[in-house]
């Protein structure tokens, strides 16, 4: 048992270490010389299967055309044990602290992997670190964090309990130049989400929730559709189908407004518990009805 853990740690690694490689950058070429993970390996750490992900721009306005993986069929019961889970997460949190894919590695204070419970029924997935995280390497700390845990405890769960990461993992600044301002923040631009999707995806497949929680339009346009709107997404139940790795099991996504959102405007929150309702309802979570 030690040794396949320790097989699988190692196989993971290098998949990881292949991944940084820019060949893997250019869906232009095939990837006959990327190692790729032994089937055990790939079904215990929930990453199937590595895609190419869509190239790096040279200017920051490039459209991004995100391939969608053919959907296949999934195992009944996700394979990968809390120990694997866990293991395979720290070793991709290690990567993405290093990474300098893109700019926002040369700026960043702290990268932001995310965190939570590798079991989770539940993942919320938000835009990008603001100045709060940045500093801390932590996601939602701040006061759209707060805000967080307050939908969180109003579903009958807790922090804890769920995982939450980003899809950008360094906070995108407005002026990168002065990282100490407030007010700092931005959206993060195509190209940084193009380099940072492999994470993101990889997290979803390693903790494999039953449900994926879209806070805001970036994070619903980068896993759901970048052709719709936030309006035209929230509201129902999607299939979540990922591009560099195959989910063990399938796995539904909602999308709602994104906590900041919900700070700027109070009059959207009535919607936005509509929507985790939605989840709850699924769950059987009792949580604070209203
Ligand atoms: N906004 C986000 O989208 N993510 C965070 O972690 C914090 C604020």
Redesign the pocket.
Known sequence: MADSLRGLAGDFKRFLAAQEEEELLDISRPREDAPALSPAALHQAGAFAAQAAPKMAENSTLKVDFPRAQPQPAPEENPVNKTDKTRALADLAEVIKTCTRCPLGATRLNA?PGEGNVNADVMFV?????F??DRQG?????R??QL?DKMILAMGLAREKVF?A??AKCHPMVDPLHPEKHGN?RAPNAQEIACCRKYIEQQIAIVCPKYVIA??G??AKALISDAASLGALRGKFHNLHLDSVQLPKPVQIIATY???ALLRNPNWKKDAWQDLQMVMDQLGLKGARK
């Open positions: 932001v938000g835009e990008g670190p603001g709060d995280e932590r996601p939602f700390v701040g759209a964090g967080l939450i980003n899809i923040d806070l805001g970036v994070a994104h906590p900041a």
